[in-house]
């Protein structure tokens, strides 16, 4: 374990700052709010000539995911970032980069995605993103979006892996808040990302292939089927990427984090940074006697549906916060699977559905408690009420 | 200039084989072009004729290394392809000299892809792209480009009551191009094939991005009997609807002059898909295609110092 390296830094910059310290052979990137400073400090890296990144500054989103596809297939380790409509423009190359087996590392700064335009908060951006095939790694804080990212290279490039992943912050809280940030060594980084292994590049003209051929019924449906299995398989790899990090980092990493939740009777389901103010009401709530709980997802895809489920299982009810809608779906995106996944465990406690802070909506430490509340009122009273809400919205 | 002799010898990267149509313009663009290259090449091609019809997996037509992203990126996925070589390169990672060039259609450069190439040329990535013109979207069955002539049938410029096919003239690519300032840009055709050997040898091994455009003529959407392919290609440069020309840091060259320039009829007539424009009720719309055809050859003249 190394010594403490504190540092006070915006969530961008700590981000900046992993992508320095993973130095990528090639990063392609577009500005968009809230992603901005962090491809605006990458840059000056590169104009000190402080990493061996060739910078691709293109014209769109949509170019930078087609760029990061061919330098990937090309041979090398690739990065680039974006927030919201610059993901989505991007859309029909996340896909291809999945469906190639290209091991792109991209944080996405999550922003509500258009429309009405809207640069703040929420997580309709990557949730759209969700069945893209890309590993999705959520980050409570800007430490969490610096580990992520460092942890996200060593997990992507794993032979056993070879998939493209996304680590989101939140837009704005995360993004552009100061906190304290512990940062690794950059030699410690190095020996635990290592060097990169290339696979069938394009750049070993000795060995031609012939990357994204037509791929008809006779045969798309086997590889969708091996994409299918190759990210569940990513689970195990990414518990021992989170272990290995442990030891170099001494903090801790699994598929989701329980906070107060063995003895809990009632808990909120929530990402992001919404868990961090939902730590501060439990500690608050304990102190008052309140047997309350958090469980905040980390590895969205692939989805740890059973440990989840178990995790919940000893509850008498759980809130379950979506921060964007899944418009026409019985409830929000987090909600969905959480509960199919009770269903399936076969222990399910009472639940509702929160969808809350679309378009940067605050959610304070009072909301919070509002909802513990409401959760009392369940358990006390048997009575569920509504069981999708929105909160905080006026109607 | 390239000699048929020493061309023949060279194997192809594009095998024999492939699914495209007999007469297809393209497959003898890329055979000329690729033919002009020295070093081992990365081939990168936007969704279309060209890459559904050799890259039909569990087979590839290519020799060489090769990527298909989507439609209308094959100049951005190139561009990764080759940021990703010179940062190897300059990591001391990898040294041998490779060569990269994308390929597109019409309906890939002129259209939706038309921002992907500006990215990548303004960005000067060092890359050759290629588009391979055959005036529409041949692969989806005929649908009118921005690179589709004033006059011509397409499926989604039929020939109405009203309408008499499309009704604007297309889109002057190769001079879009040009207006990048990058250090080479040409225009060419398959008749002319030592000019566009010569003319890809350049292109490759000059630094920076460099482009052709190539006019290859498609048997099925023009309608014309799938042997007279060259024939059709030599038409276009003989009526001076699609000119030899070629700009070399900014400066304009002809490289073909006619002795005696043929009416656009000419050409027109040799295909099915001016039918309805070769109407006698459409003389006007003849009249004003061979005007823009004049009009654009004198220009061109002006352009490279000619009289």
């Known amino acids: 374990m190394t010594k403490k390296n504190l540092v006070a830094i915006t969530g961008n910059d700590a981000a900046a700052y992993a992508i320095k310290q993973i130095n990528p052979d090639v990063m392609a990137a577009y500005p968009i709010t809230p992603q901005t400073d962090l491809v605006q400090t990458f840059s000056e890296y590169v104009a000190d000539g402080l990493v061996n990144t060739e910078f691709v500054t293109v014209e769109s989103e949509h170019s930078a995911m087609s760029a990061c596809v061919g330098a990937a297939a090309a041979g090398g380790r690739v990065m680039t970032a974006t927030s919201a409509n610059g993901l989505a423009l991007m859309f029909e190359i996340v896909y291809i980069a999945a469906s190639n087996k290209l091991p792109i590392v991209m944080p996405v700064v999550n922003r509500a995605l258009s429309g009405p335009i809207n640069i703040h908060c929420d997580h309709s951006d990557s949730m759209a993103a969700r069945d893209a095939g890309w590993i999705q790694i959520y980050s409570e804080s800007a430490q969490e979006a610096y580990d992520n990212i460092i942890q996200a290279i060593k997990i992507a490039e794993n032979m056993k892996v070879r998939l493209p992943v996304m680590v989101m912050y939140d837009g704005f809280i995360t993004s552009h808040g100061i906190e304290v940030v512990d940062f690794l060594d950059d030699k410690v980084v190095n020996e635990f990302i290592g060097d990169y292994k290339p696979n069938h590049p394009l750049l070993d003209t000795e060995k031609p292939l012939t990357y994204g051929p037509l791929d008809l019924y006779d045969f798309y449906f086997e590889h ?78 692939p989805f740890p549906y059973n440990e989840l489920a178990e995790a919940l299982s000893h509850l008498k009810a759980v809130a379950i916060l979506d921060r964007s809608d899944s418009f026409g779906a019985f409830g929000g995106p987090v909600f969905t699977e959480i509960r199919s996944a009770m269903v399936e465990y076969g222990k399910m406690p009472e639940n509702i559905n929160i969808i809350y802070g679309l378009g940067g909506r605050d959610i304070n430490q009072q909301d919070l408690k509002n909802i513990y509340g409401q959760l009392g009122e369940i358990v006390e009273t048997g009575k569920v009420g509504d069981r999708i809400q929105y909160y905080g919205v006026r109607e | 200039m390239a000699k048929l002799k020493e061309v023949s010898k060279k194997k192809d990267i594009l095998s024999p084989g492939h699914r495209l149509c007999a007469g297809c313009g393209a497959s003898i663009a890329v055979r000329q072009i690729l033919s002009a290259c020295d070093d081992p090449v990365v081939v990168a091609s936007a969704t279309g004729c060209l890459e559904v019809a050799t890259t039909i997996y569990p087979y590839t037509s290519w020799r060489s290394s090769f990527i298909h992203n989507a439609f209308e990126n094959a100049a951005a996925t190139i561009s990764g392809v080759e940021a990703m070589y010179q940062s190897l390169k300059k990591q001391g990672k990898i040294d041998k000299e490779i060569k990269f060039i994308a390929f597109g259609g019409d309906g890939g450069t002129y259209d939706i892809g038309l921002q992907s190439l500006s990215g990548a040329l303004e960005r000067g990535h060092d890359f050759v792209y290629v588009c391979y013109d055959n005036e529409a979207y041949m692969n989806t069955g005929i649908q009118r480009s921005s690179a589709t002539p004033r006059g011509v049938w397409t499926t989604t410029s039929p020939c109405g009551e009203v309408i008499p096919g499309k009704t604007q003239y297309r889109k002057d690519l190769t001079g879009v191009v040009a207006a990048h300032k990058i250090p080479y840009v040409a225009q060419a055709s398959i008749w002319r094939w030592s000019d566009l050997i010569d003319k890809a040898h350049k292109a490759f091994y000059t630094k920076g991005p460099a482009f052709l455009n190539v006019l290859a003529p498609c048997p099925r959407g023009w309608r014309f009997p799938s042997e007279d392919t060259i024939k059709m290609s030599k038409l276009s440069v003989q009526t001076n609807f699609w000119p030899l020309y070629e700009v070399e840091n900014g400066k304009w060259k002809l490289n073909y002059k006619p002795k005696e320039r043929k009416p656009v009829t000419e050409w027109m007539k040799s295909q099915g898909r001016y039918k309805n424009a070769l109407r006698p009720e459409n003389k006007w719309l003849v009249e004003e295609i061979q005007k823009d055809v004049d009009d654009n050859w004198k220009r061109l003249l002006e352009l490279c110092g000619e009289k």
């Open chain 1, 224 to 301: 969708k089927r091996q994409q299918a299995e190759d990210i569940k398989n990513s689970k195990p790899v990414i518990l021992d990427v989170a272990r290995e990090f442990k030891n170099i980092s001494g903090r801790e990493y699994k598929l989701f984090e329980s906070y107060k939740l063995e003895d809990a009777e009632t808990a909120i389901v929530a990402l992001s940074s919404t868990a961090g103010t939902a730590k501060a009401v439990v500690d608050e709530l304990r102190d008052e006697g309140k047997k309350v709980g958090l469980l905040k997802p980390r590895v969205f895809r």
